[in-house]
C-alpha cells in the first residue's frame, strides 16, 4: 500500500492549525425518510471553500526549502489550484496553477485572487497538464499534482480521521486523491464500513478506469459536477490502485439527480457546488440504499451563485 493509515495521521498532526476540523453535521430529512443516521461532513466550510486545501497544505509542507524557492506548479479543475495558491501564499511560496477553458470563470479568479499566476491552456485537464510538465521541465519549477501524489493523498485521507466509523461513506470520485485517502483511513480504522466512490455519468476518468482495469483517457463533457471532470493520467502512480483496491461501489449519477441533491441540501442551508452533492443525489434517487450510520462528504462550495439560484429556483 502506497498510503498507510501511520502516513495520514502524520500528515493531521503537519497540517494541524493550516486548516479546520470542519463540523459533522445530521441531515435530519434524508434520516426520517431513510430510517437510517445519515450524516454530512461539511469540507464545503473549508477555508478555501474545498477539501483540497488539505493535500495542498501537506504536499507544500512536506518539500524542501530548495524546491519552494523553485515555486510550484499543478493543474486543476479549480479546486486544487484555489487550495494551492491560498497555502503557497500563506508561506510566501510563488504558485502557478494551469487551468483548462471548462473550469468555471468564478473558480479561475479566486484564483487569480490568491495572487497566484493562471494559464489557461486547451479544453481538456489532459492538455493542462501537458502544460504543468513544459512548466517543470523548461522553467525548473516544483509539481503538486491535483490528486495523483502520496502527500497529496495523505493529506485528503485526514478526513476520514474525523469521520469516525460509520456503516457507509460515500465520497465524491474524480482522480481519487480524495477516495483514496478517505478510504486508506477509514477501511484502516473500520474494515467492515463500506466506501462508495460517487461521480457523473459523463467524462467519469476513474470510474472508467476501474472499468477497464488500467487507466485510460475519456472525453470531457460539461457537467453540474464539474470538479469531477478530468482524466486521472495514463501513467496514474497512486490513487488507481487504492481506488481499485479499496472502493467497495462506484455510483454514476446523472445531471438530474445531481440537480436534486444540489436542491436538496440548498434547502438545508447547505450551498454546494455539483460534486459536492453526489452523496445527497445517490440517496434522494435510490442509487445508494443504507443500512446503517451513513457519512456524505459534502466536497467543496465553489459553485457560480447564478447556477445555484437557477437550480434552486427549478423545483420552485
Same mark, same amino acid.
Given at each position: ?12 498532526? @503537519?497540517? @494541524?492549525? /493550516? ?7 445530521? *441531515? ?37 526549502? %530548495? ?33 483548462? @477553458? ?10 487569480? *485572487? ?12 489532459? %492538455?493542462?497538464?501537458?502544460?504543468? +510538465? @513544459? +512548466? ?6 516544483? %509539481?503538486?499534482?491535483?490528486? *495523483?501524489?502520496? +502527500? ?61 482495469? /488500467? ?28 481506488? =481499485? ?13 445531481? +440537480?436534486?441533491?444540489? =436542491? /436538496?441540501?440548498? =434547502? ?35 459553485? *457560480? ?12
Amino acid at each position: 500500500m502506497s498510503v498507510t493509515l501511520n502516513d495520514i495521521r502524520a500528515a493531521a498532526r @503537519r497540517i @494541524r492549525g /493550516h486548516v479546520a476540523e470542519t463540523p459533522l453535521l445530521r *441531515d435530519e430529512v434524508l434520516s426520517a425518510r431513510l430510517g437510517q443516521p445519515i450524516w454530512l461532513k461539511c469540507e464545503y466550510r473549508q477555508t478555501t471553500g474545498a477539501f483540497k486545501l488539505r493535500g495542498a497544505t501537506n504536499a507544500i509542507l512536506s518539500l524542501p526549502p %530548495e524546491a519552494l524557492a523553485r515555486g510550484v506548479v499543478t493543474a486543476s479543475t479549480g479546486n486544487h489550484g484555489r487550495a494551492l495558491a491560498h497555502a503557497a501564499r500563506a508561506l510566501g511560496v510563488p504558485a502557478t496553477v494551469c487551468l483548462s @477553458r471548462l473550469v468555471p470563470e468564478n473558480k479561475v479568479q479566486a484564483i487569480r *485572487d490568491l495572487a497566484a499566476q493562471v494559464r489557461i491552456t486547451g479544453a481538456s485537464q489532459d %492538455e493542462a497538464m501537458a502544460e504543468v +510538465a @513544459r +512548466a517543470v521541465a523548461q522553467e525548473g519549477m516544483t %509539481e503538486i499534482p491535483p490528486f *495523483d501524489h502520496e +502527500a497529496v493523498v495523505t493529506g485528503q485521507g485526514t478526513i476520514g480521521l474525523e469521520i469516525g466509523t460509520p456503516e457507509a461513506v460515500l465520497v465524491p470520485l474524480s482522480g481519487g486523491g480524495l477516495a483514496a485517502g478517505v478510504a486508506v483511513a477509514i477501511k484502516a480504522l473500520s474494515p467492515a464500513t463500506r466506501v462508495i466512490g460517487l461521480t457523473m455519468e459523463n467524462g467519469a476518468a476513474m470510474a472508467a478506469s476501474l472499468a477497464a482495469g /488500467h487507466p485510460v483517457a475519456v472525453t470531457e463533457s460539461p457537467s453540474l459536477a464539474d470538479s469531477l471532470g478530468g482524466g486521472i493520467g495514463l501513467q496514474n502512480r497512486v490513487t488507481f490502485a487504492l481506488c =481499485r483496491d479499496l472502493l467497495d461501489d462506484v455510483i454514476l449519477l446523472t445531471e438530474a439527480e445531481i +440537480a436534486a441533491g444540489i =436542491r /436538496h441540501l440548498g =434547502r438545508a442551508g447547505h450551498v454546494v457546488e455539483g460534486a459536492a452533492s453526489v452523496g445527497s443525489a445517490a440517496l434522494l434517487a435510490g442509487r445508494f440504499v443504507p443500512r446503517g450510520p451513513t457519512v456524505c462528504i459534502l466536497s467543496g462550495a465553489n459553485i *457560480d451563485p447564478a447556477l445555484h439560484s437557477r437550480i434552486m429556483a427549478e423545483a420552485a
